[in-house]
């Protein structure tokens, strides 16, 4: 490139910044990367007159460059890639199948809300404040991660350290890198679970709460499961239990499943409140446990869970399409999706019939009354049709509109531009400008400056209102041939 060195470096550096920040957005968000498509199939009746729009605007320019091109090969070559894009643009529709075209009729219950570790934008993720909160904005339900105890307590942990969500560090510093599970609870209940969130802020919330609230939510503690257990009882809300793993080493490893189970019954609420995630000793808990809602986090043929008994799907929004969303309806197979936060997100999983979501924000999901993009197809239809044929009308009057103010103009020459100007003299000077233009043709109209001096010294002054016909050029010809 023919750059400045200053230049050079600039470029360099935009573009190599450029691909060093795509992989760190692809590192952090690389999950997040399918939601676009969840959101063009979302926005796609809108963006589809967005483009129809853009390519009209467009049309100014293209007809621009149409009206002055000289040769009709790039004129043609012009005129059908920009016709070849216009009409794509008009026949995408025919594509489009966003879940929310449809009869409001048509359209499913609500999903319910379960809170994703309680209300986490509120409170504390997984502490028993979280869960209040998930409640008084009306969840339908809450998730929560539950792990043992070395000593045997089922107790609430997402995470295999403590260092994020408590302050093992400043407690236990020398055992700050140990699996949860492998502290007693006589420990973990000394451990504050609070004030990293107040800290931390990691849903940038916390100036929203009260001073009350950003008090009590800096002093809570770790929360056990029967106390859970306890709230959702009385709060008439299910709980979705995600068991943890734990390590190999654990005293109790073997007897986790039914410590957990024994706590649920001796808590007192009922079965069917229950969303049971575990896939290890199923028949177990069935046993045990029998009017648990069975969920499965692995998404198999329809057969294959039926016949294992699951009913539910446990999976993340972007693994399952609309598709078969419908199919496990279809078989009276419920969708649970993780983790929704969006309330045009919540929509269209509405219109996909999903029956329960999770989220972090279920105190916004909540205000959303109805799908935010809900449109009947005959309406939709209208408004495909009508932006098309108001486009095309638009486009051929632009086209004819720049054609007409621009497709007389040409490229002349000083001589011919002198000559149509040229003012009433004798026949000698016009003789004069004739050959001169003769002589400019056959030389392809080189001779510019030399010229233009001798029209200098022969008066011209560039005024005229008379004008030289093509009869008079055939006879400067002919009288030269002679």
Known sequence: MNLHWLHKIGVTATLVATVVAIISIDQLWKEEWNILFISFQATAPFLHVGGVVAITLLAWLVAGQFARAERASFQVVLCIAYLSVVLALYLVPLTISSPCIMLKKDLGSRPAIFGHRGAPMMAPENTLMSFQKAIENKADGVQTDVSLSHDGVPFLMHDNLLRRTTNVDEKFSERASVHSSMFNWTDLEQLNAGEWFTTNDPFWTVHSLSASDSAKAANQSVCRLDDLLSLAKASNISVILNLQELPVEHPYNNNFINITLETIMNSGILQHMVVWLHDKDRQLVRQISPDFQQASESKREVSALIADGIFSLYLRYSQINVKEVREYTS????????????????????????????????????????????????????????????????????????????????????????????????????????????????????????????????????????????????????????
């Not at 497709?407 to 011919?416: A, V």
């Not at 050959?435 to 030389?443: C, D, G, H, P, R």
């Not at 029209?455 to 093509?470: K, L, M, Q, R």
């Open 331 to 482: 078989r009276n197979l419920s969708t649970i999706l993780y983790t929704v936060n969006e309330p045009w997100l919540y929509s269209v999983l509405w219109c996909a019939g999903v029956k329960s979501v999770t989220s972090d924000a279920s105190h916004i999901l909540k205000q959303v009354p109805s799908p935010i993009w809900l449109m009947p197809p005959d309406e939709y239809n209208l408004m495909w049709i009508t932006s098309d044929v108001i486009s095309f009308t638009l486009i051929v009057g632009i086209f004819i509109l720049q054609k007409y103010r621009l497709g007389s103009i040409r490229t002349y020459n000083p001589e011919q531009i002198m000559l149509s100007a040229a003012v009433q003299r004798s026949s000698k000077d016009v003789n004069i400008m004739k050959e001169k233009l003769i002589f400019a043709e056959i030389s392809d109209g080189l001779g510019n400056a030399e010229e233009l001096s001798l029209y200098s010294e022969n008066g011209y002054d560039g005024c005229s209102n008379e004008a030289i016909t093509p009869l008079d050029l055939q006879d400067v010809r002919i009288r030269m041939r002679d």
